[in-house]
């Protein structure tokens, strides 16, 4: 299927007062706490330029019990946000009744999460509620799993439903286990999807990718060296005290310092091709520590196995036989055999480590 005739005449997402020769920025708390927490936050985005204040007023969380918003009031501290900075104001929606509210409210921008993405008789319900409201502008997040068929019929549905102010949000992946990233970012598929629908907005969200503030900067660097039409971005005027997503959050000073040391690049096509390939180096190197921390994850196993069995950590057999696969099946990859040798030599070095310190008992006294 042609996905360009699908979307044949999208707006571009711009906003009147907002700078379009910037890339758009829509900031604030993951979630809206309280009327003075809202109304601080967004006085000091307001102060550093930010032109859209976002802050979830629904909060579907993974577990219950959890912090799950302040539900519909906070509406009104959205609404007192833009009355008092003419800031924009932009909020989650998962439901009909949600997305009804928050039109009410005079909410600007509607964007709709990874996991009601992934739901297609959700987006419909919300589609459905669209209808009508063909100058609202909505951005629909990645589901949480890797699917770019499942991405883009989740805005289908919001553009047959009449919205032409339409872009997606890039979020990351979420996957089992422990990675770098709070979501995998994945960057291939975001990748893909500007390709099939190249007049599609696509913003980055680094908060949920990285899923720790030291990681913003960097994922937002790498968004706008890949050509995101803008970030949406989680600030909090007390991070540390957040009742929800504490640890990606950063105050608005913290964020300005960022999006001042941004690099936007005047990109051609060659130089575009270019920092496409680097990115798919960046996203090889990520996984390639990944599956080494994995490796070392089992290579403790094996020690506390040896431990218990009052084995040798070293097996010279194995060894040998291990090395002289490995070697063998990077020359056929095209890879140079004494390359691969130091590789494993090294690999095979760190994981003789890890177990010595399970059967010596060091890693208990650490």
């Not at 758009?24 to 006085?43: F, H, K, M, N």
């Not at 598929?189 to 969200?205: A, K, M, Q, S, Y």
Request: charged share 25%; hydrophobic share 40%; net charge negative.
């Amino acid at each position: 299927m042609d996905n360009k005739s699908i979307f044949p005449d999208l707006q571009p997402l711009t906003f009147s007062g907002i700078d379009s020769k910037r890339p758009l920025v829509i900031a604030g708390p993951c979630s809206a706490e309280t009327e003075d927490q809202v109304l601080e936050t967004a006085r000091q985005l307001h102060h550093n330029g930010v032109g859209i204040f976002r802050a979830g007023i629904w909060k579907p969380r993974t577990k219950p019990g959890g912090f799950e918003g302040v539900g519909i009031r906070g509406l009104l501290w959205l609404h007192q946000v833009k009355k008092e900075t003419g800031m924009l104001t932009a909020t989650e929606v998962a439901t009909r009744e949600h997305v009804t509210a928050a039109l009410d409210a005079g909410v600007d921008v509607l964007w709709i999460g990874a996991r009601t993405s992934a739901n297609p008789f959700a987006m419909q319900e919300i589609a459905d509620s669209l209808k009508g409201h063909s100058e609202a502008t909505v951005l629909v997040k990645n589901p949480v799993n890797p699917d770019i068929e499942l991405w883009i019929g989740a805005l289908q549905r919001i553009y047959n439903a009449g919205i032409r102010r339409l872009g997606a949000i890039h979020r990351g992946f979420s996957t089992y286990g422990k990675h770098l990233y709070r979501n995998v970012p994945q960057w291939h598929i975001p990748i893909e999807l500007h390709r099939r629908i190249p007049n599609l907005p696509i913003v980055c969200d680094p908060s949920h990718i990285g899923g720790k503030r030291e990681l913003i900067a960097p994922i937002s660097q790498q968004a706008m060296d890949m050509g995101f039409d803008g970030l949406i971005v989680e600030s909090h005027c007390a991070p540390d005290d957040a009742l929800s997503d504490a640890a990606q959050q950063v105050t608005p000073d913290t964020l300005n310092l960022i999006l001042n040391t941004l690099v936007i690049r005047d990109m051609n096509q060659t130089t575009e091709n270019l920092n496409l390939l680097r990115q798919q180096i960046d996203q090889c190197d990520n996984e390639l520590i990944e599956v080494l921390g994995k490796r070392m994850r089992i290579a403790r196993e094996i020690g506390q196995y040896k431990k218990e069995h009052s084995m040798q950590v070293v097996q010279t057999g194995r060894y040998g036989d291990v090395m002289n696969t490995r070697i063998s099946q990077a020359e056929e990859l095209g890879m140079n055999g004494e390359f691969m040798k130091t590789v494993m030599e090294a690999i095979h070095g760190e994981s003789v480590r890890q177990q010595i310190e399970i059967v010596n008992g060091q890693e208990e006294a650490k």
